[in-house]
Nanobody, 120 residues
């Protein structure tokens, strides 16, 4: 019914930048909140950033001032611009979206995850 496809992960040196993208497709009527979580090895999945339909954002304290979340509603896509990356940002990053289907039911969908590794 709905797919979230992520792209943009990879290996980057400390202080570098990456931009993640996540595009939603399928039987979509509306998309509400979109956002990103991350999960490091042996740790729980934590919220990184979220953005509402109107563009209101919220960030984890650990990424404030370094990461920027944005969305293109026409493309059903959410982005995460990550600057000044640190080794502790290393994790699998998952996008999510709260989506209302053409059936009027609303569900939360997840991307497949993309690895971000910050290392010299």
């Amino acid at each position: 019914q709905v797919q979230l496809v992520e792209s943009g992960g990879g290996l980057v040196q400390p202080g570098g930048s990456l931009r993640l993208s996540c595009a939603a497709s399928g039987n979509i009527l509306s998309i509400y909140n979109m956002g990103w979580y991350r999960q490091a090895p042996g740790k729980q999945r934590d919220l990184v950033a979220v953005i509402t339909t109107s563009g209101i954002t919220n960030y984890a304290d650990s990424v404030k001032g370094r990461f920027t979340i944005s969305r293109d509603n026409a493309k059903n896509t959410v982005y995460l611009q990550m600057n000044s990356l640190k080794p502790e940002d290393t994790a699998v990053y998952y996008c999510y979206a709260r989506i209302q289907l053409l059936t009027k039911n609303t569900y939360t969908y997840w991307g497949q995850g993309t690895q971000v590794t910050v290392s010299s």
